[in-house]
């Protein structure tokens, strides 16, 4: 089915026939937080009962990629919400509501950091051993270089008004196409992609690999074994202490195989890794303020760069960083 812009008066039927059926019509509606998307989110409130609505206008937004992982993640056991009713067409969700325990509130709370963290890696490296859901996407090296590229597009170009010719932008892509190989290590797995504080949720009423929520994992792509670890371990939106992600590290390979990789090559694809991911962030959260208007994201940057110095001083990172250096 190809999508296409409704109406929004069909919207508004849609979602009104979409709710009765499902038997939320009479619910009280509240906002909840949106994202950096077109998504927008709303909380349903029926007697002692919560449901979340998600709101993903076609054709900017597509919910079939979140109800294929969704299912897929509650196949295998964990806690990614239950769908009540779905209209694929209109692009209205209603989802099961796990709560406001994410783990930044639950962390600023004082919760146990390295209980939380540590429980988020037990279920990254459990579903990583499972096969992805059929047709997923690849999250190959033409990919990861066209999001290199929102570095010198946006956040050089743009946010430091530097001009960047063509040559040097060839020039940072041949940096990146000699180290992507040592980044893609070991077996292609399913990667969420967003996997940090803002998309987890801690559930203690739960067991096991269930005490944590998951969200956001419609952009789920195949990829490396090491991107939802950077991603847990070098968020940008929260500072970890100093000593979580080297436990993150060992607790993942604790539990892994390491078929095609061992632990130097590993930590290199880490690092390779975590240098691409906040390289990307640096350039989108520059489009988000300049095109978009968002910009409260400008505020991330000094710490995006911080995190980047840190993972460019890998050996295998030089040419990369002698490159980077001048602008962050």
């Not at 509501?97 to 939380?116: F, P, Q, R, T, V």
């Amino acid at each position: 089915m190809t999508l296409v812009e409704l109406p929004a008066e069909d919207r508004l039927q849609a979602r009104k026939v979409l709710l009765e059926k499902a038997g939320w019509a009479d619910a009280d509606v509240r906002p909840l937080a949106g994202d950096a998307s077109l998504r927008s989110y709303q909380r349903l409130h029926l007697g002692d009962k919560t449901a979340v609505l998600m709101d993903a206008p076609p054709p900017q937004e597509d919910v079939r990629p979140f109800v294929t992982v969704a299912q897929w993640l509650t196949g295998h056991g964990l806690s990614a919400p239950e769908l009540y009713a779905v209209d694929e067409r209109a692009g209205f969700i209603l989802l099961e509501d796990l709560g406001d325990g994410l783990y930044g509130a639950e962390l600023a709370a004082g919760a146990d950091e390295g209980l939380l963290y540590e429980t988020a890696v037990d279920v990254l490296a459990g579903f990583q051993g499972h096969a992805a859901p059929d047709n997923t996407p690849s999250y190959d090296d033409d990919f990861l270089l066209m999001e290199a590229g929102y570095f010198t597009d946006w956040y050089i170009s743009r946010h430091l008004g530097q001009a960047v010719s063509e040559d040097q932008r060839e020039a940072f892509f041949g940096l990146w196409r000699a180290v992507l190989p040592d980044m893609n290590i070991g077996p292609r797995v399913l990667v969420l992609r967003d996997y940090h504080a803002d998309n987890l949720l801690w559930l203690p009423d739960r067991a096991g690999p269930k005490r944590v929520g998951l969200l956001d994992f419609q952009d789920a792509m195949l990829g490396s074994v090491v991107y939802d670890l950077v991603s847990l371990a070098r968020d940008i939106r929260r500072e970890v202490s100093e000593d979580i992600p080297e436990r993150l590290i060992q607790r993942y390979l604790s539990q892994t195989s390491l078929d095609g990789f061992d632990e130097a090559s590993f930590r290199t694809a880490f690092a390779i890794a975590a240098v691409q991911r906040n390289t990307k962030i640096a350039g989108i959260f520059a489009r988000l303020a300049y095109r978009d208007g968002k910009m409260q994201y400008l505020d991330y940057l000094p710490y995006v760069l911080s995190l980047l110095k840190k993972d460019l001083a890998h050996p295998q990172l030089a040419d990369i960083r002698a490159m980077m250096s001048p602008f962050i």
